[in-house]
């Protein structure tokens, strides 16, 4: 059986994951690519495990029944509320992501960093089993950032209503010491560019995009399953919510206009 056929399937939320699939493809130019976006049920920080773990699981049998080889759950607040339930369920390579706490703490030097996330992450189990591996190291100060998903699902990346939110949860964490700030949701990379505007130069930045990325080279090096072709694979995108609205959005933060998407059914 060949195991290297079939897109990388990857989900999130809304568009935030876009993120990690822009990593992905550069990492593996050869691979064909399914993203999901869940858009008729953005945010997932607000909702419950249960309702979280249910639509995680719909999206990754639709990734499967398309033919994926492997699925990526762009999501820190799905990671954290059904990775374990997809890796035993399912038996393809799954890749989660989370708030990259390890190398903040290698990085300060203040012995202060400043996790910005949605409320569902920080309220995980898996957040808080991950934060107190490094409590005896530094201070790990966590800002939940209510409005900030919405923000980016509007492709609203620059606007006052952004730079205001932005100001309110930066603030808290400036100002008590810390240098290094963890994007912790797959939706925050896009508003980088602001954020560095605000908080200034001194201050660093960790996207975890590119390390997921290559986990999921590592992976399917390992269970021999890298794709065996020599161009540059495709790109599929699929919305649960209004196509007329998500496609613009997507097209301009993938930052291509001919792009092929569909409705998840």
Same mark, same amino acid.
């Given at each position: +059986?060949? /195991?290297?056929?079939? !897109?990388?399937g990857v989900?999130?939320?809304?568009?935030?994951?876009?993120?990690?699939?822009? #990593?992905?493809?550069?990492?593996? !130019?050869?691979?064909?690519?399914?993203?999901?976006?869940?858009?008729?049920?953005?945010?997932? %920080?607000? /909702?419950?495990?249960?309702?979280?773990?249910?639509?995680?699981?719909?999206?990754?049998?639709?990734?499967?029944?398309?033919?994926?080889?492997?699925?990526?759950?762009?999501?820190?607040?799905?990671?954290?509320?059904?990775?374990?339930?997809?890796?035993?369920?399912?038996?393809?390579?799954?890749?989660?992501?989370? !708030?990259?706490?390890?190398?903040?703490?290698? +990085?300060?030097?203040?012995?202060?960093?400043?996790?910005?996330?949605?409320? %569902?992450?920080?309220?995980?189990? =898996?957040?808080?089993?991950?934060?107190?591996?490094?409590?005896?190291?530094?201070?790990?100060?966590?800002?939940?950032?209510?409005?900030?998903?919405?923000?980016?699902? =509007?492709?609203?990346?620059?606007?006052?209503?952004?730079?205001?939110l932005l #100001?309110?949860?930066?603030?808290?964490?400036?100002?008590?010491?810390?240098?290094?700030?963890?994007?912790?949701?797959?939706?925050?990379?896009?508003?980088?560019?602001?954020?560095?505007?605000?908080?200034? !130069?001194?201050?660093?930045?960790i996207d975890?995009?590119?390390?997921?990325?290559?986990?999921?080279?590592?992976?399917?090096? /390992?269970?021999? +399953?890298?794709?065996?072709?020599?161009?540059?694979?495709?790109?599929?995108?699929?919305?649960? %919510?209004?196509?007329?609205?998500?496609?613009?959005?997507?097209?301009?933060?993938?930052?291509?206009?001919?792009?092929?998407?569909? +409705?998840?059914?």
């Amino acid at each position: +059986m060949d /195991k290297t056929g079939g !897109p990388i399937g990857v989900f999130d939320s809304g568009v935030g994951g876009l993120s990690i699939l822009k #990593e992905i493809r550069r990492e593996l !130019p050869s691979e064909d690519l399914l993203y999901v976006a869940d858009s008729a049920h953005v945010p997932y %920080g607000e /909702k419950s495990v249960e309702y979280i773990e249910r639509r995680s699981t719909a999206i990754t049998e639709f990734l499967l029944d398309n033919g994926a080889k492997a699925v990526v759950v762009a999501c820190n607040t799905a990671t954290a509320a059904a990775i374990h339930s997809l890796r035993s369920r399912f038996p393809v390579p799954i890749v989660g992501i989370e !708030p990259a706490v390890k190398p903040a703490a290698e +990085m300060t030097r203040s012995g202060v960093v400043g996790i910005l996330a949605t409320s %569902g992450t920080l309220a995980s189990d =898996r957040f808080s089993t991950l934060r107190s591996r490094f409590d005896s190291e530094v201070e790990v100060l966590v800002q939940p950032c209510t409005g900030l998903v919405e923000q980016v699902e =509007r492709a609203e990346l620059s606007s006052d209503a952004t730079r205001g939110l932005l #100001e309110k949860y930066l603030v808290s964490l400036l100002d008590r010491g810390a240098d290094v700030i963890v994007l912790g949701c797959t939706h925050y990379p896009f508003l980088a560019p602001l954020i560095r505007e605000i908080a200034g !130069p001194a201050i660093s930045l960790i996207d975890p995009s590119a390390a997921v990325a290559r986990e999921v080279r590592r992976r399917l090096e /390992k269970e021999g +399953m890298l794709s065996a072709a020599s161009g540059i694979g495709t790109e599929r995108f699929c919305v649960s %919510g209004s196509l007329d609205e998500g496609a613009p959005i997507i097209s301009r933060l993938w930052g291509v206009s001919d792009i092929e998407i569909g +409705m998840l059914r």
